[in-house]
């Protein structure tokens, strides 16, 4: 059976320049997609990422990698949007890595897609109106 599930793993400073998920692809055949990265050389890793393949090899993966030491999370936290405070402005278009926002061009209305949505949170300080909110 297939899985497909999106995780926060932290390195520890001794795995940052480790092929850690090149392991993943090689030897359990799992896919990913990077959401998120912030890795420091000699200091500390963090990547979100949606991690795809059979359940079993999963399950290996997962083992392996808190084996070697990385940290593992779900992804646990949502970003909503609070429909009547949002003003339609546009400022969270501008600073989205993901493309989750999308102003319509005939109605000028933002439109949010919360499937590409990877809860980074820099919407929520740049939203004048405070219509985004975090839950976990």
Do not use: W
Not at 40 to 56: F, H, Y
Not at 116 to 132: E, F, H, T, W, Y
Request: aromatic letters at 6%.
């Amino acid at each position: 059976m297939a899985v497909s599930k999106r995780i926060v793993l932290h390195f520890p400073r001794r795995l940052v320049e480790r092929p850690i998920i090149y392991r993943l692809v090689k030897d359990y055949d799992l896919e990913f997609n990077i959401l998120k990265a912030s890795i420091t050389p000699e200091e500390e890793g963090l990547l979100v990422l949606e991690l795809k393949g059979d359940q079993k090899e999963y399950d290996k993966g997962i083992d392996f990698l808190i084996k070697a030491g990385v940290k593992i999370q779900a992804l646990s936290q949502d970003i909503t949007r609070n429909e009547e405070r949002c003003t339609n402005c546009g400022a969270c278009v501008t600073v989205c890595p993901t493309g989750a926002f999308k102003l319509e061009p005939k109605t000028r209305i933002v439109l949010f897609d919360n499937d590409k949505c990877i809860a980074c949170g820099l919407c929520i300080p740049a939203c004048p109106p405070r219509a985004m909110e975090v839950h976990f």
